[in-house]
């Protein structure tokens, strides 16, 4: 792992920076290209227009590691009220869920009844539920509560990061399972002893983690800007003869967006990861640590 990715993901925990950017009119600026906007309002609006262009849609309602519980409730309100709203707006969209933000730090039951909560109320409307992946303390459970409630809902589906070496048994069950998958590198600080450090070695696994969720998935979802991945899926669903109905491409707003059309071009399905919220700093460090371009595009407005 760089030096510059270390870094920036470290500082992506350091309240001092936040209270910083938050504060500072360029930085709030720059943020727009990652961000929909504060509100929910603004994230619909964005929403109507990525789906004029044939893009489908992602919401995520930014947040993490709650420890109030009326946060938690508040925050699962809002993910349900969106997905609501959204389809009654006939937008193409489902929504994005983290459970720390449900308050998995106070206890799995906490964040479990409200993940239910709105995968019930997605599912009146239609829509479907995929729980993002955290940091790798919370994988296990993560993972239990999914496949817990998939048992009953089928709209619900989880995140698998190809950094994590446990990747390949995860995705191995959930293909057994029949849970849907949206496989990503990890944009996390994970010790070595748990997760692939090099860029390579991610790629080379997000490969064998492509062969399975090809030959055994239930509808994946390939979550990666980077084009020799891409290409890895391409090929791979050709010779596997998967019809580009069963898989989609995923990625993030305002990242290779010459990329996006040029997929959606050529007939693939491609869903826009699209985040609102006022507690998007940590999401936005994670964007800038993983592509320095994306860097350099803050330290330019900053400059301005």
């Known amino acids: 792992m760089s030096l510059l990715r270390q870094t920036l993901l470290f500082l992506s925990q350091r309240q001092n920076l936040e209270d910083f950017l938050k504060q500072n009119p360029l930085a709030l600026k720059a943020r727009r290209r990652f961000v929909a906007g504060d509100t929910r309002e603004e994230a619909l609006a964005v929403t109507r227009e990525l789906n004029q262009e044939g893009f489908v849609v992602t919401l995520d309602f930014l947040g993490e590691e709650v420890t109030d519980p009326a946060q938690a409730e508040a925050a699962a309100e809002e993910y349900a009220g969106a997905i609501e709203e959204a389809a009654g707006k006939d937008l193409d969209t489902g929504i994005s869920v983290k459970l720390s933000h449900l308050g998995l730090r106070l206890d799995r039951e906490t964040a479990r009844k409200h993940l239910t909560d709105i995968v019930r109320r997605a599912a009146a409307v239609d829509r479907f539920v995929r729980v993002d992946m955290e940091g790798a303390d919370l994988t296990k459970a993560t993972l239990e509560v999914v496949e817990g409630l998939h048992h009953d809902y089928d709209n619900i589906g989880a995140v698998i990061q190809a950094y994590l070496r446990r990747s390949d048994a995860d995705i191995k069950r959930l293909n057994a399972e029949r849970v849907s998958v949206r496989l990503v590198k990890g944009a996390y600080l994970e010790p070595e002893e748990i997760a692939f450090q090099e860029p390579g070695e991610v790629a080379l696994y997000y490969m064998r983690l492509t062969e399975r969720l090809i030959y ?29 109905s069963n898989f989609e491409f995923q990625m993030l707003y305002g990242i290779r967006r010459d990329l996006q059309r ?6 693939y399905r491609v869903r826009i990861y699209l985040p609102y919220g006022e507690d998007w700093y940590g999401y936005f460090m994670r964007r800038l640590a993983e592509r320095p371009a994306n860097l350099w595009f803050l330290l330019r407005h900053l400059k301005e």
């Open 216 to 244: 055994r998935g239930t509808k994946p979802a390939f979550a990666t800007h980077d084009e020799t991945l891409i290409d890895f899926v391409i090929d791979l669903a050709d010779i596997f003869g998967f019809d580009k």
């Open 262 to 267: 040029d997929l959606l071009e050529k007939g």
